[in-house]
């Protein structure tokens, strides 16, 4: 259902009458406490990295300082321009103090409201990528996390990836509500996710030699046919799309956020090009490839692969997943693997071979997996829990990192935003031996800069979402029909501080989009309605939108069988949404 909603919003997004109207300061009557603070801004090119920092024992280490930590980017010695410990807010912004309840009508997605002080972690659960089995079995161990390890001071969301992300329970700290959540969780098969394995040859039914064998039986459980192919292809998509959209929805929080995802593979690399590295710190960053050679490693020629057709999508949400800093924890949910798990009947029925080459071939192909996920942890800052059985503790663990990560950032000397990737390298000088863990680059990608950009796609990938996207900040206010002469009226405020603005004619220019839709109860998009900020303004007025915030008010006429309203706010020169849901209990009331 959810499909079908992303693509008929995608083609009315293109079709939506474009409004034009004039920026507005908000009133001298608003007061000081409603002027939004000030943040980094979208065009600044600061680069974050996040750092945890552990002693031998595995035990935080939160007692450092900005001068025991050297960053080098490609090799050059870097600045260290803002910092933060494990217990500060994050560097560049004024700290998140934890915002009273919104009065009725009210709705925001700025970071006060929608995430208070304390750790971030999201819990996701991939049906996209993993067996139907594999899938209770993670469901169980995460209830009994939930159950044993949940805090009062720790926030936590949960999703679940089929054909799109979902989300089961937005950000709370009861356990209770998460526990629900999950009780309602059912394991679903995959969707197009299917692989077809041809039957053997008469070639491969010949006597020879165990590891011919074995070999000849990958060689053809890798060949795919066409519907095979466009099945992982899919997965892919997918995949990259539940990326995306958690860039979107956690980019705009600040410090560090721990997306700890359980699945049984991911169909891809976030490094799928050539890079400039070395053997040796190519081994370094994967160093369980020096049993087989890069080019032989089955994780490689999948990136090989994936590279001719999703390159630049890849590089696209590797470097929004960075900007984000979200950290991905994968955890592998099919547990300690033996390899006989996989029965003879995964086999073709006319092939004679013996349980233990079956299972040689089905530990190969985990370990491929595996591998990936591993580079999936080094690359964004995470750690890979594989070959565990205990689900709950690899989440425990994982969370647990919120409390020795520090945040660094620092503004490359190298200027030259060309999409490149580059490596980073920290040092920690301490009195003992201590473990740092971070992602170990980005692609240079300026999003200002990004061609051939489907916003109209993005919006609707973020109104098929309920969960607010943070990328652009805004509060807006709802007014009930009763009180608007039968129309619903809404008035956005935006943080004009997450925004970007160009330099036009002496003064500042802003092109920025509005959107408001309404769903029904079940999901389904009734109608939807857009308006266009395009416009250039005096140096003067700039400064006070920025200082007080860009306003825009809409009469919505309201739809029959509407449950929900949501709302969306687009940075034309960056692509950066932000989203916020109003939940329509009662319309004419607002109750």
């Not at 857009?530 to 919505?556: C, F, P």
């Amino acid at each position: 259902m959810r499909g079908s909603i992303l693509r008929k919003l995608c083609a009315l997004a293109s079709s939506l009458a474009i409004l034009s109207f004039q920026i507005l300061p908000l009133s001298g009557q608003e007061s000081e406490a409603q002027v939004p603070p000030l943040t980094i801004r979208v065009t600044t090119h600061l680069v974050l990295v996040d750092v945890v920092v552990t002693d031998k024992r595995g035990k935080p280490v939160a007692d450092l300082k900005p001068q025991d930590f050297h960053v080098e980017e490609n090799g050059r010695v870097q600045k260290i321009a803002v910092f933060s410990s494990p217990l500060q807010s994050s560097p560049g912004t004024t700290r998140v103090q934890v915002a009273g309840p919104l009065p009725p009508g009210i709705y925001s997605n700025r970071s006060e409201y929608r995430m208070p002080a304390g750790p971030i972690t999201v819990l996701l659960l991939d049906a996209a990528n993993t067996p139907f089995n594999d899938q209770s079995y993670a469901r169980t161990q995460m209830l009994i996390y939930v159950k044993e390890h949940s805090r009062s001071d720790q926030r936590m969301a949960i999703f679940t990836l089929t054909d799109t992300l979902q989300v089961l329970q937005d950000f709370t700290s009861d356990s209770q509500v998460l526990m629900a959540a999950l009780e309602q969780q059912r394991p679903e098969a995959q969707k197009m996710a299917g692989r077809a394995i041809p039957e053997f040859s008469e070639s491969y039914t010949s006597p020879g030699p165990a590891g011919s064998l074995i070999a000849a039986i990958q060689r053809v459980q890798e060949f795919e046919t066409p519907q095979a192919a466009f099945a992982d292809d899919r997965r892919i998509e997918i995949t990259l799309e539940a990326m995306n959209s958690m860039a979107r929805i956690l980019g705009g929080i600040p410090g560090r956020k721990n997306l700890v995802w359980l699945t049984g593979a991911f169909p891809f690399v976030l490094v799928p090009e050539n890079r400039d590295v070395s053997d040796a710190e190519l081994e370094e960053m994967l160093p369980s490839l020096n049993t087989r050679r890069a080019d032989e490693h089955a994780s490689g020629d999948l990136a090989a692969t994936v590279r001719q057709s999703h390159t630049e999508e890849i590089r696209e949400a590797a470097a929004r997943l960075a900007s984000a800093q979200v950290a991905i924890y994968p955890v592998d949910v099919r547990g300690l693997v033996s390899g006989m798990e996989a029965s003879i009947d995964d086999l073709p029925s006319r092939q004679p071979v013996s349980l233990t080459d079956n299972a040689d071939v089905h530990v190969s192909g985990v370990t491929d997996t595996q591998e990936t996920m591993r580079e999936i942890a080094l690359e964004t800052g995470g750690r890979a829990f594989v070959n565990q059985n205990e689900i709950k503790n690899s989440v425990a663990l994982a969370v647990g990192d919120a409390g020795a990560s520090y945040t660094l950032g620092y503004y490359p000397q190298d200027h030259r935003w060309n999409g490149k990737y580059r490596t980073i390298k920290i040092r920690v000088d301490h009195r003992s031996k201590v473990d740092a863990r971070y992602r170990r680059g980005y692609f240079a990608i300026d999003p200002a800069q990004v061609k051939d950009r489907d916003s109209d796609r993005q919006v609707a990938a973020t109104l098929a979402i309920a969960t607010p996207a943070t990328l652009v900040a805004f509060s807006a206010r709802v007014v009930p029909p009763a009180e608007n002469q039968g129309n619903l009226a809404v008035d956005f405020l935006v943080d004009a501080n997450t925004l970007s603005m160009e330099d036009a004619n002496g003064g500042k220019k802003f092109d920025v989009n509005f959107y408001a839709a309404f769903f029904s109860a079940t999901g389904k998009m009734l109608s939807n309605t857009s308006m266009h900020a395009d416009q250039v303004l005096k140096l003067d007025d700039s400064q006070q939108v920025i200082r007080r915030g860009m306003q825009l008010h809409m009469n919505l006429p309201l739809q029959n069988g509407a449950a929900e309203l949501r709302l969306a706010v687009r940075d034309n020169h960056t692509g950066f949404v932000g989203s916020i849901d109003a939940p329509l209990r009662n319309p004419r009331t607002m109750e």
